[in-house]
C-alpha cells in the first residue's frame, strides 16, 4: 500500500500551510534559486535540503513532504541512490529531477526510471507549472484510489464516485492469450468521444482504436511494461473524437492479477486537453523565450534593487558574454562587475539614473561606453523597466545591446557631415540647393561673394534671378523673358553645363541636377580665369606650331607624343608617323651616321644635352641638325617628359665652312713670307748642287761619286718642297664635314713647322711642351692646326706690335709657348697658347670670341679668326677661354678625349 497520508494539495493555497519540498543539492544557491523560482510563480513554499543519504533517509522518515527535487549529479549522493531511497518509501510525490546538463540519452534513461519530470537549472521557469501538473496528478492518483476502495465496497458507490470525479474511471482486461477487452468504461468518457455505449465493450481493445495513430504504439508498450512489472500505468495520449477533433487525455491504472491469470486495470482516464495545450502553449513560450534569450543580439537580464541598497542579477542571459565578456553565473556571483566595466565618467551618471528611476519607477536608459573583459571597448545603450515588489525592492526587467557599429557609423557620419559642411562653404565652386518649390534652402559662402545680388535662404529663387535681370546682370533684354528662362532651365535639370556671361566680363558656368525629393542643386563655377588660361594656352599652342625649329614631345617611356609641323618641315616625317612610336625607331632613321656622343648618357641620367650632328631626312638626303633636349619634372620633381627642339642649320654649316676656309687664306696670306722662306732655302741648295754639277761638267770632271751626291741633295730637296707644298694644299683646302681622330701632337708639329720661320725671322721665341704620348680626340685635322696657327700668329702679332722701336736685332722680343697635357680625372686634353704680347685690353675681353671683332689696327685682321675657332671647337664638344697672364695672355682649349665606349646596363637611346 501506499503511503496516501503524504498526498499533498495544491488547490485554494491560501486555506492551507505552504507546501514543502525537500530538495537534494549540495549547491545552496541552485536550491535557493529552485525555491524562488517556485515562489515567484506564487506558490507558498518553504524548503529542506540535504546532500547526503543519511540526511536524505532521515528526512524521508519524517515524511510529510509535498515534492522532491533532486539534483542529477551530486559527488556524494548520486540520484540513482536517492531515487532508490525515495522509491522504497513508496511515497505517491513527485520525484523530479533539476539537472545543468544532461543530454538525450540520460534524459531517456531518467524517465524509463520512473523519475516524475526533469527540469533544467537554466529553465527553472518550468518549474512551477510541472509541480503544479504533478501534484494534480497525485491528487488525482490518491482520488482514483478511493474510488478504486469504494468500487470494492459497493457498485452503487463506485457509479456515485465516477459520476463525481473529475475523470472517466474503465476497467482494462488482458487475458492470457493477450486478448484485452473493457470490462466497464464510464458514460462519460463515452460522451467526451461521442461514441455509442456499447463501442469500447467486446473481446477487443477497441479504445486503442482510438488512440492517435502516432500514439498508439507507444500506449501499447507502456501496458505491456506495466503488465510485466505491475507497476502503475500513467501514460498522456492523443485520443480522436468521433467528430476527428483531438483531445488528450490522460490514462491513470493500477494493475492486478487475478487467479485465472487475467490482468486488470482498474483505471481513470483524465480529459487534460486544456492542461496540455496551456503546457504545450507554455513549453512554446519557454522554448521562445529561452531561443530569445540566447540568441538575441545583446543581454537580457533582471535587476534587482533591494530596500539595503544591495544589488543583485536573479537572471542574465547568456549574451552577457558577448557584451561585458562575463558569464550570467560570474555576473549573479558579482552584482558590481557590469557597473565596473563603465568608464569612471559615466558610472556617477549610472548610479544617478538608476536612483531616479527607482524612485519615480519611471523606464531606466543608459548608453554609453564600456570596457569588455577582454579589454575591447564597446558603446552600449541599456533600457529596463522597473516594477516594485511587495517587499519593497525594485526589480528592472532590461536588454542590453552593443551599438558600437552604429555609434561609430554616427560618429563617422558626424564627422563626415562636418567635413561636407566644411568642403561646402569653402570651395571654390558656388552652391545653391532648392526645394521643390524652388525655395531657397542653402547656399554657401563662395556663391554669396560671387553673386553681387542678395540671395537669402527661405525665399523663392525667383525674387533673387529677377533682382539679377532688373540690375541688367543677364545684358539687355526682356526681364520677364530671362527670368522665364533660367528657372526653366533650373525645372529642366539635365545636368548639362550652361556658361553665361555676365554684363561685368565674368564667365559663370552653372549646372541644374534634380535631386531624389525633387529638389534642385545648382553649382556655380567661375570661368573666368580659366578661359584666360585657355586663351594662353591656345596662344602658346599656335606658338609650338608655328615655331620656326622642329619640336618634338616624348615621354619618359620614350614615346612620341608631339610633334610639330615644323619637324615635318626639317624630317620629312609627318606627324602621324612618328607619335606613338619609340625614340629608338625615329633615331635609327635620323642618326644614319652614328648616334650624337653624349645623347644617350643624357637621357639616361636626366641631364639636358644640346649638338651638332648629320642626320638623313625621310627621302634620303643627309643635312646638318642642332638639336637640344631638355627634360621635364612634374610637381613632385620626377621626370615625366623630354622636349626636343630640332634646327636645321645646313645653310649655316655652308656659311661656317666658307668662314673657315677664308680664315685659312688669310692665316695663308699672313704667312706668306715664312712659306717663301720655307720654300727658299730648299731651291737655294738646288741652285748650288746644280751649279756644281754644270761646272764639274764644262771643266770635263765627271767625277761620278760627286755627280750622285748633288743629286740625291737635290732630290731630297725637291721632296721637301713637295712636302711643303702637299701639307698648305691640304691646309688651304675646304674640310670634309665628318668628324675623324685628331692626334693633338701631330697637329701642333705641323702647325710649328708651317710658322716657326716667321717667329724666327721676328726674332721671337717660340717654346713648343708636348708629351710623347697623348690621348687623341675627335673633330676635324685641319680645323684644329687652323686654330692653333691663328692662336699663335695672333701672339706673334701682339708680340711685335708690343716690341719697342728697333727692339730685335739682336735679341729676343718676347716668347710664345704652345703646350699640351692629358687630365685623367676628366678625360680631357689641354692645350695652352701663352705669349708675352701684353695682353688684351680689360673692355675687348667680353667680345674677343665675337665675329668680326679685332684688337689688330684696320687692315691687319677680319675680326673671324677667334670666332671661327670658337665655333669649331664647341661642334668638338669642348671650351675655349682666354684670360691675361703677367705680361701677356693665355688661349685655354678644353677637348674631351677619346676612350673606349662603356657598355650602361638598362639605357634607352
Not at 515534492?67 to 551530486?74: E, F, K, N, P, Q
Not at 648616334?595 to 641631364?607: F, V, Y
Not at 741633295?713 to 721632296?719: D, L
Request: glycine letters at 6%.
Amino acid at each position: 500500500m501506499t503511503n496516501t497520508a503524504a498526498v499533498p494539495k495544491v488547490e485554494n493555497r491560501s486555506s492551507r500551510a505552504p507546501l514543502r519540498f525537500l530538495i537534494v543539492e549540495d549547491a545552496e544557491a541552485d536550491a535557493e534559486l529552485e525555491t524562488l523560482a517556485v515562489e515567484r510563480a506564487g506558490i507558498e513554499a518553504t524548503a529542506e535540503r540535504v546532500d547526503t543519504a543519511e540526511a536524505l533517509n532521515h528526512a524521508l522518515d519524517r515524511g510529510a513532504w509535498d515534492a522532491v527535487l533532486c539534483d542529477y549529479d551530486l559527488p556524494a549522493l548520486p540520484w540513482p541512490a536517492a531515487f532508490e531511497a525515495f522509491k522504497s518509501r513508496e511515497i505517491d510525490i513527485p520525484f523530479i529531477v533539476v539537472s545543468g546538463t544532461l543530454n538525450v540519452q540520460e534524459a531517456a534513461d531518467l524517465m524509463l526510471s520512473g523519475v516524475t519530470d526533469i527540469v533544467m537549472k537554466d529553465d527553472l521557469a518550468r518549474l512551477p507549472p510541472a509541480l503544479k501538473r504533478e501534484l494534480r496528478a497525485v491528487q488525482d492518483r490518491c482520488t482514483a484510489r478511493e474510488a478504486q476502495e469504494k468500487l470494492f465496497d459497493a457498485s452503487n458507490l463506485l457509479e456515485n464516485i465516477a459520476a463525481n470525479i473529475p475523470g472517466s474511471i474503465y476497467r482494462r482486461v488482458q487475458r492470457p492469450d493477450s486478448a484485452t477487452a473493457y470490462e466497464y468504461i464510464h458514460a462519460n468518457l463515452l460522451e467526451k468521444l461521442g461514441q455509442d455505449s456499447t463501442a469500447l465493450f467486446g473481446d477487443v481493445d477497441r479504445l486503442a482504436e482510438f488512440v492517435h495513430p502516432d500514439d498508439r504504439a507507444a500506449m501499447r508498450a507502456a501496458y505491456a511494461r506495466s503488465a510485466a512489472d505491475q507497476s502503475r500505468f500513467d501514460e498522456t495520449r492523443r485520443v480522436i473524437a468521433a467528430d476527428g477533433s483531438i483531445k488528450w487525455f490522460r490514462f491513470i491504472a493500477m494493475p492486478s492479477r487475478r487467479e485465472n491469470g487475467e490482468i486488470v486495470w482498474d483505471g481513470i482516464a483524465l480529459d487534460v486537453t486544456v492542461e496540455q495545450r496551456a503546457i504545450d502553449q507554455a513549453h512554446e513560450r519557454d522554448e521562445m523565450l529561452r531561443a530569445l534569450s540566447e540568441n538575441a543580439p545583446g543581454v537580457i537580464y533582471q535587476r534587482v534593487l533591494r530596500a539595503d541598497g544591495t544589488v543583485s542579477y536573479p537572471f542574465v542571459s547568456k549574451g552577457s558574454i558577448e557584451i561585458y565578456g562575463y558569464t550570467p553565473e560570474e555576473i549573479a556571483a558579482d552584482p558590481d562587475i557590469v557597473r565596473r566595466t563603465e568608464d569612471d565618467s559615466r558610472q556617477s551618471n549610472h548610479d544617478a539614473t538608476i536612483r531616479r528611476s527607482a524612485d519615480n519607477l519611471e523606464n531606466w536608459s543608459w548608453e554609453g561606453h564600456i570596457r569588455r573583459r577582454d579589454g575591447k571597448r564597446l558603446f552600449v545603450q541599456a533600457v529596463a523597466r522597473p516594477r516594485r515588489l511587495e517587499n519593497g525592492d525594485t526589480i528592472w526587467d532590461g536588454f542590453a545591446f552593443d551599438l558600437t557599429d552604429r555609434h561609430e557609423a554616427e560618429e563617422e557620419a558626424r564627422r563626415t557631415r562636418e567635413y561636407l559642411e566644411t568642403v561646402l562653404e569653402n570651395m571654390a565652386q558656388g552652391v545653391l540647393t532648392l526645394d521643390k518649390d524652388m525655395r531657397v534652402v542653402h547656399l554657401n559662402n563662395q556663391l554669396r561673394t560671387m553673386l553681387y545680388y542678395p540671395i537669402e535662404v527661405g525665399e523663392p529663387f525667383e525674387t533673387a534671378v529677377r533682382f539679377a535681370a532688373e540690375q541688367e546682370a543677364y545684358g539687355e533684354g526682356s526681364i520677364d523673358s530671362q527670368v522665364a528662362e533660367r528657372l526653366n532651365a533650373v525645372r529642366q535639370a539635365d545636368g548639362e553645363p550652361v556658361e553665361r556671361l555676365f554684363h561685368d566680363g565674368r564667365s559663370i558656368e552653372i549646372r541644374h541636377m534634380r535631386l531624389p525629393d525633387g529638389g534642385y542643386v545648382l553649382t556655380y563655377t567661375n570661368m573666368t580665369e580659366r578661359r584666360l588660361a585657355e586663351q594662353e594656352l591656345r596662344k602658346l599652342f599656335r606658338a609650338v606650331e608655328q615655331s620656326p625649329t622642329g619640336i618634338v614631345i616624348f615621354n619618359s617611356e620614350y614615346v612620341i607624343e608631339y610633334a610639330n609641323p615644323k619637324f615635318t618641315d626639317i624630317t620629312g616625317y609627318s606627324s602621324t608617323e612618328v607619335i606613338g612610336q619609340t625614340t629608338t625607331d625615329l633615331f635609327a632613321r635620323l642618326y644614319q651616321l652614328g648616334r650624337p656622343e653624349g645623347l644617350t648618357d643624357a637621357l639616361e641620367n636626366g641631364l639636358d644635352w644640346s649638338g651638332e650632328y648629320i642626320g638623313q631626312r625621310r627621302d634620303g638626303d643627309y643635312f646638318w641638325l642642332r638639336d637640344t633636349m631638355a627634360p621635364i619634372f612634374g610637381d613632385d620633381e620626377a621626370l615625366t617628359h623630354w622636349i626636343s627642339i630640332s634646327e636645321d642649320i645646313t645653310d649655316l654649316k655652308s656659311v661656317q665652312s666658307d668662314l673657315v676656309h677664308a680664315s685659312k687664306l688669310t692665316t695663308l696670306g699672313e704667312m706668306a713670307a715664312s712659306l717663301t722662306h720655307e720654300l727658299n732655302q730648299p731651291l737655294n741648295v738646288i741652285r748650288m748642287a746644280a751649279d756644281s754639277c754644270l761646272i764639274l761638267a764644262e771643266d770635263g770632271d765627271t767625277n761620278p761619286e760627286f755627280m750622285i751626291e748633288q743629286f740625291d741633295t737635290i732630290s731630297e730637296q725637291t721632296q721637301r718642297m713637295a712636302e711643303i707644298i702637299r701639307h698648305m694644299r691640304i691646309f688651304s683646302r675646304k674640310d670634309e664635314d665628318e668628324t675623324a681622330e685628331v692626334r693633338l701632337i701631330e697637329v701642333i708639329e705641323n702647325g710649328v713647322r708651317l710658322i716657326k720661320d716667321e717667329f724666327r725671322l721676328a726674332n721671337i721665341d717660340l717654346r713648343v711642351d708636348i708629351p710623347e704620348r697623348c690621348p687623341p680626340v675627335r673633330g676635324y685635322p685641319v680645323r684644329v692646326e687652323q686654330i692653333l696657327v691663328n692662336l699663335l700668329t695672333n701672339a706673334r702679332d701682339a708680340i711685335v706690335a708690343n716690341a719697342a722701336p728697333g727692339q730685335g736685332a739682336n735679341e729676343k722680343i718676347g716668347w710664345v709657348e704652345i703646350a699640351m697635357a692629358y687630365l685623367e680625372d676628366v678625360n680631357s686634353v689641354i692645350v695652352l697658347v701663352r705669349d708675352s704680347g701684353g695682353g688684351i685690353p680689360d673692355q675687348a675681353l667680353p667680345k674677343i670670341f665675337e665675329s668680326f671683332y679685332t684688337t689688330k689696327p684696320s687692315g691687319k685682321g677680319t675680326g673671324l679668326g677667334l670666332s671661327v675657332a670658337q665655333s669649331i671647337i664647341r661642334e668638338m664638344g669642348g671650351q675655349i677661354s682666354v684670360t691675361n697672364i703677367d705680361d701677356g695672355a693665355e688661349f685655354r682649349i678644353t677637348l674631351p678625349a677619346l676612350r673606349k665606349a662603356r657598355t650602361k646596363r638598362g639605357g634607352k637611346p
